[in-house]
């Protein structure tokens, strides 16, 4: 014998909200407010200095390893170093551009 009682519970009632319209992906007033710009203009930094750390970083550490020019085996950041100045970059860009590009505000 199948409880009814059970299965009636997954029924969900009325909603007692409305959803409300779409919003369209791009709207023409964006371009004309300086917002726009100060966003792009914040992601595009912040993107030079993520790509600027990072592949500085490696390069750091490939070239304090290397024994042809002096450096020692066990020298540089390693890999845990990367990734540390990889993550520590990432959080502190999402910190300080979060408030003007508006990702997570």
Request: proline fraction near 6%; glycine fraction near 10%.
């Amino acid at each position: 014998m199948i409880n009814n009682d059970v299965e009636q519970a997954h029924i969900s009632p009325a909603k007692d909200y409305h959803d409300p319209p779409p919003s369209p992906l791009f709207e023409h007033d964006e371009l004309t407010k300086w917002s726009f710009y100060r966003a792009i203009i914040v992601e595009f930094v912040a993107t030079l200095l993520f790509l600027y750390t990072t592949i500085s970083t490696i390069i750091g550490h490939k070239s304090q390893i290397d024994p042809n020019s002096g450096g020692d085996k066990c020298g540089g950041v390693g890999l845990l170093g990367i990734s540390w100045a990889v993550g520590g970059m990432i959080f502190v860009l999402v910190y300080c551009t979060a408030g003007i590009s508006g990702e997570f505000f």
